[in-house]
């Protein structure tokens, strides 16, 4: 029985599958967006979210902290740079998932994991232009 064991092994060791997710996470952290397995990017969300949350505090121990992690220094300094100022505003919800298909190899659901507000599709104003509206001539 599987009760009350919420983290996902990803059927690998302790060691191993602290690295996969520290070198996720830090891909994550300098590409804003990275295509990997759905099982994967549902256990990097619940890796990654803390970091960011911590990365709010900008003192020497919080980017310590997020060093133990990550273990990727520019991964870190990227993290507490002006760019994730939006980052910092957000409550909360850093990540968002979406699906893509299926590996061709082995059939495992593949998706997109990124920063919610590195994306320009979802986070642009759309400007909705007016369509003016013409009437045919009138006949005599």
Same mark, same amino acid.
């Given at each position: ?25 830090? +891909?994550?952290? /300098?590409? %804003?967006?990275?295509?990997?397995? @759905?099982? #994967?990017?549902?256990?990097? =969300?619940?890796?990654?979210? *803390? ?16 060093? +133990?992690?990550? /273990?990727? %220094?520019?991964?870190?300094?990227? @993290?507490? #740079?002006?760019?994730?100022? =939006?980052?910092?505003?957000? *409550? ?16 495992? +659901? ?31």
């Amino acid at each position: 029985m599987n009760h009350r064991n919420k983290n996902n092994h990803l059927g690998r060791k302790y060691g191993h599958r602290k690295s996969v997710l520290s070198n996720l996470a830090s +891909s994550l952290i /300098k590409e %804003k967006r990275i295509f990997t397995t @759905l099982a #994967k990017a549902k256990a990097l =969300k619940k890796y990654v979210e *803390p970091i960011i949350r911590k990365s709010k505090i900008h003192t020497t121990h919080s980017k310590r902290n997020i060093f +133990s992690y990550l /273990k990727d %220094k520019t991964a870190v300094s990227e @993290l507490f #740079k002006n760019i994730f100022d =939006k980052v910092r505003i957000r *409550p909360g919800g850093y990540t968002r998932i979406i699906k893509t298909g299926f590996r061709i190899g082995d059939q495992a +659901s593949l998706s997109f994991i990124e920063l919610v507000d590195f994306n320009e599709i979802y986070t642009s104003k759309k400007i909705i232009k007016k369509s003016v509206r013409r009437s045919r001539k009138k006949t005599d």
